[in-house]
């Protein structure tokens, strides 16, 4: 199938990136290339694949339909989402940078700048992307990148991506945007000026909490992007073949659980935010969200799947609700087709910023008056 073809999004997350016409035995489902190391020419010189850290027919499928779906000219894979923010970070600043972060994101990407770019004197400023003047007072002379996670996580707070790229881009810098919450089935930010799209594959792409992965999209065709194609293969971090494989199946029905999951959400949020136990929801999709007009504007087809809640009557509350609950396991990570809840403070290492009475709840596929009946005897006497 031609990559430059105009199909929509449903018909290129079943096709793009493979033909069964070129491959040899006319598979319908595409092989699994498991091999570190493929046969030189009798020459010597080498045929498309030479070694698999460089590159690999699964991982090449991969990043032809991530790339396609994202609307972008280049996709670069990584061995998790953090590999991918890394591989960014690392390209992009040097000593002497400044970064800007939000205040709310997630909690890896936090730790990432402090505790390994600091080390190599990159400055950051943490700022609430969803308030331009902060963002306009945070931009010095020396700040590179300015990096967006919207909806963030785990408070769902919303950034006007457009707003912050005319403004960045005005000044000479640089924006990232992790769209690992949102993804390209509700939000293209290349569409609204970022230069990077990053997403944690292991999230909504793969949707079945099997495989560990990352990306970064852009429409950029420089010696920055470049220089990330050579940073995947030179530091390695890169994916195994059988998750890239895993992967590209997982994304056939992608756009299928993404709308059945943000359905489910919009319910789950409306039930919650009027239950008398729950002192709190934070979901874009809600009209009492303070951004809720932004994400209207710039997140097509719905708000996303994940929910955080504020339980009345504090931690010990908190933990009870989420240990009675049935259906929904009490596990990090979202993006699955299962429904999970997480206590988020106790995951965000040595310094949490959480309130530690938040839950974040990852929606999935299950029916939802199955959902609501587990939250409702969970949050019953
Ligand atoms: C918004 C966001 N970005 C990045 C990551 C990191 O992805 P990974 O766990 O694949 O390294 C996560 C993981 O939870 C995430 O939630």
Partial sequence: MSETSKHQLQTLAVHAGYSPNAEANKDVASPLHLSTTFVRNPDGSSSEYIYTRSNNPNREMVETKLAALEGAQTAITFASGLAAIHALLDSVLEPGSHLIIPDDCYHGTRAI?????????????????????????????????????????????????????????????????????????????????????????????????????????????????????????????????????????????????????????VSLAAYLHQHPRIE?????????????????????????????????????????????????KHATSLGGVESLIEHRRSVEGPHPISPDNLLRISVGIEHIDDLIRDMEQALGD
Wanted: with cysteine; hydrophobic share 40%.
């Fill in 113 to 265: 700048v402090q505790q390994i770019l600091s080390r190599w004197q990159v400055e950051h400023t943490a700022v609430n992307l969803a308030d331009p003047q902060q963002l306009a007072a945070a931009i010095r002379p020396n700040t590179r990148l300015v990096w967006i996670e919207t909806p963030s996580n785990p408070l769902l707070k919303i950034a006007d991506i457009q707003k912050i790229t005319t403004r960045c881009r005005q000044h000479q810098i640089l924006t990232a945007c992790d769209n690992t919450f949102a993804t390209c089935i509700l939000q293209k930010p290349l569409e609204l000026g970022a230069d990077f799209v990053m997403h944690s594959t292991t999230k909504f792409f793969s949707g079945h909490s099997d495989l560990l992965g990352g990306v970064l999209l852009t429409n950029r065709d420089d010696e920055l992007t470049t220089r990330l194609r050579e940073f995947q293969s030179t530091a390695g971090a890169v994916p195994a073949p059988f998750d890239c494989w895993l992967l590209n199946r997982s994304l056939a029905t992608f756009p299928l659980r993404v709308m059945q999951q943000c359905a489910n959400a």
């Fill in 280 to 328: 709190q929801v934070f979901y874009p999709g809600l009209p009492a969200h303070p951004n809720h007009a932004v994400a209207a504007r710039q997140m097509r087809g719905g708000y996303g799947s994940l929910i955080s809640v504020l339980v009345k009557g504090g931690q010990t509350a908190a933990m009870h609700f989420a240990g009675r609950l049935q259906l929904f």
